[in-house]
């Protein structure tokens, strides 16, 4: 069994920034942490950003400039760090895993900044 946690979610004043956090444990030798998503209330959970086990990264459009993946050297905890927020970044964050075939997510992280 796989367990993704995140944290370092909160409130924050448009304009400033937060980082997040997920971290994997159990058996995950064969597998990675896949990135970050974000759902509101209603809406569809939107993949943000994305870290390849080499290190390359992908981002939404939404994002690009403003947001940052990363990974430690073990691989087991994933970053997002989140600069210039805007009111529609208030979200829950979401990291998702693949390990041994099968996609894990976290129970997700709150995010909300004010106007």
């Known amino acids: 069994q796989v367990q993704l946690v995140e944290s370092g979610g909160g409130l924050v004043q448009a304009g400033g920034s937060l980082s997040l956090s997920c971290t994997a444990s159990g058996n995950i030798l064969g597998g990675n942490i896949l990135g970050w998503y974000r759902q509101v209330p209603g809406g569809q959970r939107e993949r943000v950003a994305g870290i390849n086990r080499d290190g390359t990264t992908d981002y939404a459009d939404s994002v690009k400039g403003r947001f940052a993946i990363s990974k430690n050297n073990a691989g087991n905890t994933v970053f997002l760090q989140m600069s210039s927020l805007k009111p529609e970044d208030t979200a829950v964050y979401y990291c998702?895993?693949?390990?041994?075939?099968?996609?894990?997510w976290g129970k997700g992280t709150l995010v909300t900044v004010s106007s």
């Open positions: 998702k895993g693949f390990y041994y075939g099968i996609f894990y």
